[in-house]
């Protein structure tokens, strides 16, 4: 029944997709940045500074480090449509599970003023001095307690899962504890960021055997991999799409949303940013118009329900 609903849902969107197919192709393409987050090094105009140099007109922002949440969300709401703050969730309280995250969690739900949740870390690999590491299964309290309130606010669930960086059993088991999630909560949607650092078949198969799993693109880029030491997933091969990366992204366009993820001071330097940008408007370019519309900013609107304008 999964599958046939899903072929279901694949011929009704590429049937509305042929019928508005010119007016997209006549449609300015814009991004919107469904993940990014700032510390108290970066003064959230340099996000605005960034985004209107290149072209992306709407990011979802979560505070990290000693960045207040009030901070985040005070600048939030003078620029209402340009940034939508994220509820944050990481951080020792998170990783402990202390009575202070959940407090802090419940606080910020019950203010009314954000539009999403932040992403939750699962498994997280030490990243140097930067970031410890995390390894937290879903039916863990924190986690428990998010999911609850995404759930609730009609949230995409954001999963933070690095696959590359494990191997063995520990891989299988966090596989199994995703996909099970996926099969307990069918109605939420679940987005994995980084895709996972997952390879193109991994997620075709997850694409085929879950409705409601969403990817993530950040940190996929050469630029951004080329800064960092991790295992992450490089969609590219030049300036294009890699063969099997386009092949998929043209063919389920509706389940991959576009994110950065800028994290740290350095990666909101103008270069930095505007040099992933570019490798993504120039991939993009290369699919199908209605696929590079829902890709850069189409998914997002829909899942966060953003009016961006």
Excluded at 100 to 128: N, P, T
């Amino acid at each position: 029944m999964r599958r046939k609903n899903h072929i279901l849902h694949l011929v009704s969107a590429f049937a509305v997709t042929l019928l508005l197919a010119p007016a997209i192709e006549a449609t300015e393409l814009y991004l919107v940045d469904a993940h990014s987050q700032v510390d108290e090094k970066v003064e959230p105009s340099r996000v605005i500074a960034r985004m209107q140099e290149a072209g992306v007109r709407h990011t979802i922002l979560s505070a990290r480090g000693k960045r207040k949440g009030s901070d985040l969300v005070a600048f939030a709401s003078r620029h209402g449509r340009l940034i939508t703050p994220a509820v944050r969730t990481k951080g020792a309280p998170y990783a402990e599970s202390s009575p202070k995250y959940f407090r802090m969690l419940d606080a910020q739900v019950a203010s009314g003023r954000y539009g999403g949740m932040a992403e939750v870390l699962l498994y997280h690999a030490k990243k140097g001095k930067k970031a410890p590491e995390y390894r937290i299964l879903p039916r863990e309290k924190a986690v428990v307690a998010a999911l609850k309130h995404a759930k609730r606010q009609n949230w995409p669930f954001v999963i933070h899962i690095e696959f590359a960086a494990l191997s063995g059993p520990d891989r299988q088991a966090f596989m199994q504890a995703m996909e099970e999630l996926l099969k307990k909560h069918p109605r939420v949607n679940f987005v994995l960021t980084h895709m996972g650092q997952l390879a193109p078949d991994e997620c075709l198969r997850l694409i085929s055997e879950h409705d409601n799993l969403y990817f993530h693109t950040a940190w996929t880029n050469p630029v951004a991999v080329g800064r960092s030491n991790q295992p992450w997933a490089n969609l590219f091969s030049g300036d294009s799409f890699a063969p099997p990366w386009r092949e998929l992204m043209s063919l389920h366009p509706e389940r991959f949303v576009f994110a950065l993820d800028n994290v740290f001071a350095e990666h909101w330097q103008r270069d930095f940013y505007q040099e992933q940008v570019r490798f993504w408007k120039t991939g993009l370019a290369d699919l199908p118009a209605e696929a590079a519309h829902l890709i850069a900013h189409g998914n997002a609107e829909r899942l966060w329900q953003l009016s961006v304008d």
